[in-house]
Every structure is written in C-alpha cells, then in structure tokens.
C-alpha cells in the first residue's frame, strides 16, 4: 500500500473499528466507513482523525482506493456483489474460514482481491488493538496484492503468513483451539470448581495463572517438553480417579476428559516421561469407563 491510496471500510464492527485505528496509526489514509447500522460508523469516526461515515458501501468504494470488507462472513459475497468495481481497486476481506473467492465480482471487474486475517480475539477493539503487535496475520492473494498486504502487516506490528488458497477453513479452525474452544475449557474447569462452592472469579482466579505457567512451559521448550501432568508422568492411577469423577459429574464431561487425555499420550511419550507400557495402561484405563462402553452400545 502507498500513502497516496485512500482506504474505506465497508463494516464498522469490531474488527473493522480496530483495523482502522492499526492503520490509521501506522500513518496509512484510512477516509471513509459505512455500516448498515449507522451508530457503528459514527463510533468508528470518533476514533480515527479525518474518518467521514458515508451513506452507502457504494460511495465508500467510489471515494476509496482499498476497500476493506469487515462484514460477518456469510455477508462478504453478497455486500461484494453489491458494489460496481472498478480495476484500481484493491479489496480486501477479513474473515479467516472465508475464501477471497467471495471477491469474485470485484475480480471480474479487474480489481485486485485478497484476505487479511488476523489471528486475535475482537471481542473488544481497545483490547484487541493493544493486542494486534506480535500476532500473526494470514494473507492470501495473489503476488502484488500479497507484497502490499504483507508489509502493511508488519506495519501494524504483526506477523504475516501466507494462507495457501482452499486452506482457509482448516487454518481458520486451528484457532479455535486456542482461541473459543480454550474458554469452552476453561468454562468446563470453572463448572467443576463450582460443584465444591467456588464461583467464577475466584476460580478463574486459580486457573489462569496455570494456564499461564503452561503456555510460559510451550512457549520456552515445545509441545512435548511443555506437556505435564497424570498422563504425560504415566500415573495411570490418577488417570481412573479422574474418569470416575468425571463420569460421575457429566457423561458428557467424562467423554470429553477421555478424547482430551487420549490426545496427550503421543506427547508424553515424545517428552521421554511416559513409556509404551504405561501409555497402553492408560488407553485402557480410558476404554474401560462406562462412558466408552455407553457409546459402543448405542
């Protein structure tokens, strides 16, 4: 991108309001916004200097050079449908699952189309703006398009990664790993901490630091060297105590427990702590519990 080109952003939701203010700061001419709910953009205007709502996604891309499409995702084709392109535009979405293919109509008018996804939560702009340096971005389109998308990424701060074309989806959902399903985790330990009288704070209040101390372990020596616990040291004892309470709270939390401890057996076994031997006790251990035989009956 050069200075000279002006960018617009069709959508003023979270992620639009924090990619304009990453952009803006970053010394880029960031000039025009619309929503379909119009209180969006006049939040959006209030944060970047120089920012104008306008009335449609029309007049955005007529006043703009890069459109920045930040619309939910099943919206993408149709918003970009909806617009008449012309070839010096440069369009842009920002889902991860989505494929630029979405763009198809601003491509068969010349334009250049590409995806720009960054690897963070948005569930508020001021937190997620602080949090945009040191993240990865997944970019995809083709060369030129992609040389821009790549340096304004490290503009803002972040790491940039080429997301191959029809891989989307997969890279998509390895974030929700570590990103919506890591709450729905720390939501299941919450539920237990509950079910002996402590309540959410004070819960979340024991079990982040351990979260933290784990991904300090991940990030200093890897997956296999950053694994603890019952099953990585071979404990097939605590292992069963485990799936007995487990069953005992929730069937369902028992199933969960024995598809998560199933998936640290090949990295306590590449740790070094966890011998073969100890590893089938424990794909025993967990094949044994009401809850496997339940499921093979059904």
Request: glycine share 12%; proline share 5%; aromatic share 6%.
């Amino acid at each position: 991108m050069t200075e000279r080109e002006t960018f617009g952003f069709v959508g003023c939701g979270r992620v639009g309001r924090t990619l304009a203010q990453a952009f803006a700061n970053a010394g880029q001419t960031v000039t025009a916004a619309w929503s379909r709910r119009a209180a969006d953009a006049e939040t959006m205007v209030g944060e970047v200097p120089g920012l104008r709502a306008l009335p449609s996604a029309q007049a955005v891309a007529d006043a703009c050079d890069v459109v920045w499409i930040t619309v939910s995702d099943d919206a993408i084709a149709p918003v970009s449908d909806g617009i008449v392109w012309s070839a010096h535009h440069k369009v842009i979405h920002c889902s991860g699952a989505t494929e630029v293919g979405a763009l198809a109509a601003a491509k068969k008018a010349g334009a250049a189309i590409g995806g720009f996804h960054p690897l963070q939560m948005f569930t508020n702009p001021a937190v997620a703006l602080k949090g945009l340096p040191g993240c990865t971005v997944g970019i995809e389109a083709e060369p030129a398009l992609y040389e821009s998308l790549n340096r304004l990424a490290l503009d803002i701060g972040c790491t940039p990664v080429q997301v191959p074309p029809g891989d989307r989806a997969l890279y998509h959902a390895s974030a929700y790993y570590v990103g919506p399903f890591l709450i729905a985790l720390l939501a299941e330990g919450v539920a237990l901490w509950q079910t002996f009288g402590v309540g959410e704070k004070d819960a979340l209040n024991a079990l982040l630091p351990l979260l933290s101390g784990t991904l300090s372990a991940v990030d200093h020596g890897g997956l296999a060297q950053g694994m603890g616990g019952c099953v990585a040291r071979g404990d097939v004892g605590t292992v069963r105590k485990h799936i007995a309470a487990m069953d005992q709270f929730d069937h369902d939390a028992g199933k969960l427990y024995r598809m998560l401890a199933e998936r640290t057996i090949p990295l306590g076994l590449k740790r070094g702590t966890l011998n073969p031997q100890a590893a089938e006790a424990i794909r025993q251990a967990l094949g044994s519990g009401n809850t496997i035989q339940a499921s093979a009956a059904e």
